[in-house]
């Protein structure tokens, strides 16, 4: 079936309020709106209000909340509407939705997803394509995912439901127009594992979320230009499938790695050390990175230039080729 990546997510939590009755969703106009992005739509009219709850605009209160009900046998899932509001429920993320598991010593468990759509190239204003994703990876006791296609839309929302871990489940907003073939009863690949989308000996693209579509347009480029690129979809921040990447680069002794996030301070670093530490003999030329530039999320009109395209990456790859 061919469906919109906000559709699949969509039937996803449909299929998981369907499944389990304790499965309840809230969050900021997710009921009669459906969201700002309608990824809930119709679902407050089928499973009623008490199950998909419009909450106050107070994402500590909605957390809070959503953490209260995960430690009384419910599993909450949170939108947060955009990615810049997810700071004001920062403290409660960090401080006690990671922390309990370790702290109860293993008796207590906290069943919930953070919805958070994220990343840019929508046109919108200030706090609004914000790309958070290293702060939550770097926290211990959080799962961070992101799937980049409607059929790991479907698949992974679903499997981070039904994890008895808090889960960090970034939705790349451009992406919530994007068709593709969705077989639903198909079998789900594990959460945590990254997959290989396009195989290739030449040099490897690692991307996440937004931006491996310009990955495999890069790859589909360079194709024509006589180089061939393997592209990696993490689809999991953390963990990070590192054996995947790992035997990718053994293949072709080359690593790009790109996310929308600036890239001081972004996953790309942490890959790249643990790709050289475990790479390093079969590695050609230095592991490169391309990012989101060192600066505060640029004005609508400048937003092309900031965000990693296909021409970015392939110069990129030019540089590695090069070495």
């Known amino acids: 079936m061919i469906t919109t990546f906000a559709t699949a997510l969509n039937a996803g939590l449909r299929r998981a309020m369907d499944d389990d009755p304790k499965v309840v969703l809230m969050g900021e106009d997710i009921g009669r709106l459906g969201g700002v992005f309608r990824v809930t739509d119709t679902l407050q009219k089928d499973f009623g209000n008490h199950r998909v709850i419009d909450t106050p605009l107070a994402e500590s209160g909605i957390v809070g909340t959503a953490f209260g009900m995960a430690l009384r046998g419910y599993r909450p899932v949170c939108e947060i509407q955009f990615d810049g509001f997810v700071y004001p429920a920062f403290d409660q993320i960090v401080s006690h939705v990671a922390k309990i598991h370790y702290r109860t010593r293993g008796k207590v468990v906290a069943p919930m997803t953070i919805r958070v759509p994220f990343g840019g190239g929508i046109g919108s204003v200030e706090h609004h394509s914000e790309s958070p994703e290293a702060y939550f990876a770097h926290t ?142 079969y590695l050609e030329a230095p592991v490169l990175r391309v990012g989101g530039f060192d600066i505060p999320y640029p004005p609508a009109k400048l937003e092309k230039h900031h965000l990693p395209d296909p021409d970015r990456i392939l110069a990129a790859v030019d540089r590695a080729l090069a070495a």
């Open 140 to 281: 211990a006791g959080l799962r961070v995912v992101t799937p980049s296609n409607p059929a790991d839309a479907y698949f992974m929302i679903r499997q981070a439901i039904a994890l008895d871990d808090p889960v960090i489940f970034f939705e790349p907003k451009r992406r919530y127009w994007d068709k593709a073939e969705v077989d639903f009863d198909a079998e789900a690949m594990p959460l945590d594992r990254a997959r290989v989308c396009v195989s290739g000996t030449d040099a490897t693209l690692v991307a996440y979320g937004g931006t491996v579509a310009p990955a495999i347009t890069a790859a589909k480029i360079a194709a024509e230009e006589g180089h061939s690129l393997e592209v990696v979809d993490l689809r999991s921040l953390s963990p990070i499938d590192f054996d995947t990447i790992a035997a990718s680069v053994a293949k072709t002794g080359r690593l790009i790695v790109t996310h929308e996030a600036p890239v001081f301070g972004g996953l790309g670093a942490e890959i790249a050390a643990r790709i050289t530490e475990r790479c390093f003999y």
